[in-house]
């Protein structure tokens, strides 16, 4: 039969927290135990805003399975690293390891975080199953439409700014038979795909 604590020798002659980190030890074991003795050496606000208190408990967490990996490895950088630009671009890649994000989104948000505009242009193209289709999607940055704005491209949306941009991008890159096969089905061959109005001394809108 076990004695109460009280009774024991530590019981008897210890005081303060090391009576309280032994009686824990007495009575409990496992989880319970580690969360105890984790509350008895840091038992005020102050001592469990610390990182270290944050970490502790984040390890008995993940000991215990109370939370992913992910989730460990993600908490953990944010107690670790300061720098915001750092944690952001860290928190990024974490993301993208761990496939919470693919690799455009990645691109996207990573250049965002470093203030940079990102743009990538994806062509679909079957030239034997379907010769006359072309299909072209732009994928984009927060960063890039809010400069686009800036230079004066017009759209209501994102993906209309992208949409003038794209037309524009294509004007200077392709030749005029590769612009026609781009319309739609029925157009007059010899009409343009594109046509241009001047809006400013910068601006040129694509329509």
């Known amino acids: 039969m076990k004695i109460p604590f009280g009774l024991t020798l530590a019981g ?4 303060g927290k090391d009576r309280k980190r032994a009686e824990a030890q007495y009575n409990l074991s496992g989880e319970e135990l580690e969360r105890e003795l984790l509350s008895i050496d840091y038992d005020s606000e102050g001592l469990r805003e610390t990182d270290e208190y944050k970490v502790k408990k984040l390890d008995i967490d993940r000991k215990y399975d109370k939370i992913s990996q992910f989730d460990y490895d993600y908490e953990l ?3 670790k690293e300061k720098d915001e630009l750092k944690r952001k671009l860290a928190q990024l890649l974490l993301l993208q390891q761990y496939k919470k994000i693919d690799e455009l989104e990645y691109a996207k948000k990573y250049n965002d975080a470093l203030g940079k505009p990102w743009v990538a242009i994806k062509t679909n193209y ?9 299909e072209i999607e732009v994928a984009y940055n927060d960063t890039f439409i809010e ?3 800036k230079k004066g491209l017009p759209g209501d949306t994102p993906d209309d700014v992208a949409e003038q941009w794209l037309k524009l991008f294509l004007i200077a890159n392709l030749d005029e038979d590769d612009l026609k096969m781009i319309g739609g ?3 007059d061959d010899d009409k343009p795909v594109v046509s241009k109005a ?5 601006t040129t ?3």
């Open 77 to 79: 950088l944010n107690i």
């Open 147 to 149: 400069n686009m704005r």
């Open 198 to 202: 001047k809006l400013n001394d910068k």
């Open 205 to 207: 809108f694509i329509g």
């Open 12 to 15: 008897l002659t210890l005081k």
């Open 126 to 134: 079957d030239e034997s199953g379907d010769p006359d289709n072309l």
């Open 185 to 187: 089905e029925g157009e």
